[in-house]
């Protein structure tokens, strides 16, 4: 079975500072990671996705994540943070059971950011 | 277009009423999900559809009931639901098939039981 740890479910950093959000993986083969964000009262929507292709991934609204299979982890990353990216974060990984045409999410605790002026 | 619609945005309902929720794909997607979601926790799977087919059931009561009528559409039908149901419900899509699948979560239904 898969697992994702976040570690740190609250974190806070300052307008124009750097973003980081951790996130560790268990997985027993290659696998899929994603994070999503999460607004108040909302969905969850797709930042970015690890797919393989590049260990660096560059997602929307200037965040990318780097993936690091020596450390199985998936850090979430932003060089300047800005007021409307407080959300609550979400780091997931996608597992497909043998002979299934679907993929099966688990996802962490997720991380709250907030960002002071 | 990566859109994941859902109806009602909210629902407040009694313990002993018949409720519907609604989601809509027109990605050709086939692979449809639903989620429960409570306040400060991660969403939680419920129930797969993969081609129009129930694939998991996350041992969820029977109060909750899914249906996908076609390809395009799923919902959940409440009824007997407990105040301990109330939270927000999320859909998502996904392409299915082999290979990477990513979901596509919708605004979610934000539901009160009274």
């Known amino acids: 079975a898969q697992s994702v740890t976040q570690l740190g479910s609250h974190v806070s950093v300052s307008e124009g500072a750097l973003v980081l959000l951790r996130c560790n993986y268990s997985?027993?083969?290659?696998?899929?990671l994603f994070w999503y964000v999460q607004y108040p009262n909302q969905g969850l929507q797709l930042l970015l996705k690890y797919t393989s292709a590049a260990t660096l991934v560059k997602g929307i609204n200037g965040f990318e994540a780097e993936f690091k299979k020596s450390e199985t982890s998936f850090h979430l990353t932003k060089p300047s943070a800005h007021m409307s990216d407080a959300a609550e974060y979400f780091c997931a990984v996608s597992e497909r059971a043998g002979g299934t045409s679907y993929g099966k999410l688990t996802f962490g605790q997720g991380t709250i950011l907030t960002v002071h002026p | 277009d990566t859109e994941v619609t859902q109806t009602p945005k909210h629902l407040v309902m009694g313990m002993t009423n018949k409720k519907s929720l609604k989601c809509e794909q027109h990605m050709g997607h086939r692979a449809m999900y639903w989620y429960k979601q409570k306040a400060k926790k991660p969403p939680e799977l419920m129930f797969v559809y993969s081609y129009e087919k129930l694939s998991i059931n996350e041992s969820v009561p029977s109060r909750f009931s899914p249906e996908c009528p076609n390809s395009s559409l799923l919902n959940l039908h409440l009824h007997a639901l407990q105040p301990e149901d109330s939270a927000l419900y999320l859909c998502?899509?996904?392409?299915?098939?082999?290979?990477?699948?990513?979901?596509?979560f919708g605004p979610g239904t934000r539901l009160t039981v009274l």
């Open positions: 997985s027993s083969v290659p696998p899929y």
């Open positions: 998502a899509s996904s392409r299915g098939g082999q290979g990477l699948d990513t979901q596509y």
